[in-house]
């Protein structure tokens, strides 16, 4: 089964602008799709932004226009910038892959402050 490590989270200005890293233990190649959620806490896990096989993408209203999901198939790797962040996007983020079941990473931590 894949394994999923997320990274690049961190503490961030409002405005500011973090890029959020998923390495996957096998090729991505095949997944059907993978994909950015998040959660809040006291709130429950909210889908942020997906990626298809064939390279299409989807994205929450709330991130739209402010994220990107993009990723490098010869590094097995997704992404997702986010820029003009908001205090609202603080939140661990999960990298999931679209398989059944689904799989997550462990999540990264992002925190956005006013």
């Known amino acids: 089964q894949v394994r999923l490590v997320e990274s690049g989270g961190g503490l961030v200005q409002a405005g500011g602008s973090l890029r959020l890293s998923c390495a996957a233990s096998a090729s991505i190649f095949n997944i059907n799709a993978m994909g950015w959620w998040r959660q809040a806490p006291g709130k429950q896990r909210e889908f942020v932004a997906l990626i298809t096989s064939g390279g299409s993408t989807n994205y929450a209203d709330s991130v739209k226009g402010r994220f990107t999901i993009s990723r490098d198939i010869a590094k097995n790797t997704v992404y997702l910038q986010m820029n003009s962040l908001k205090p609202e996007d603080t939140a661990v983020y999960y990298c999931?892959?679209?398989?059944?079941?689904?799989?997550w990473g462990q999540g990264t931590q992002v925190t956005v402050s006013s």
């Open positions: 999931s892959a679209e398989m059944v079941p689904r799989v």
